[in-house]
């Protein structure tokens, strides 16, 4: 079982930036490969990186490629997403995720952080 908790959300102006944390508790956080979703107000929940379990392979979604970057630490059992050049299009709940692998379907959820970029 693995418990997820995300920080760092809030309200920043476009062009801004934020550093999203999510805490990971329970055990073998190491082994599973990490992703950041967004769902914003009446659209569908989209992957918008992931990171294997030893931080190599990432993955971004094209809209967020060169302005978001994510990250892990191991020994602190915690995931970041760096998020610069905000838009207000970014605007929505992030959610961080625990998969098996970077490709799979997560299989532990955090709470969501709000992330409202204005303009």
């Known amino acids: 079982q693995v418990q997820l908790v995300e920080s760092g959300g809030g309200l920043v102006q476009a062009g801004g930036s934020l550093r999203l944390s999510c805490a990971a508790s329970?055990?073998?956080?190491?082994?599973?490969?990490m992703g950041w979703f967004r769902q914003a107000p009446g659209k569908e929940r989209e992957l918008v990186a992931a990171?294997?379990?030893?931080?190599?392979?990432?993955y971004y979604a094209d809209s967020v490629k060169g302005r978001f970057t994510i990250s892990r630490d191991n020994a602190k059992n915690t995931v970041y997403l760096q998020l610069n050049s905000l838009k207000p299009e970014d605007t929505a709940v992030y959610y961080c995720?625990?998969?098996?692998?970077?490709?799979?379907?997560?299989?532990?959820w955090g709470q969501g952080a709000q992330v409202t970029v204005s303009s």
């Open positions: 990171i294997s379990w030893s931080g190599g392979p990432t």
């Open positions: 995720a625990a998969a098996g692998t970077i490709n799979a379907a997560p299989d532990y």
């Open positions: 329970g055990r073998t956080f190491s082994s599973y490969a």
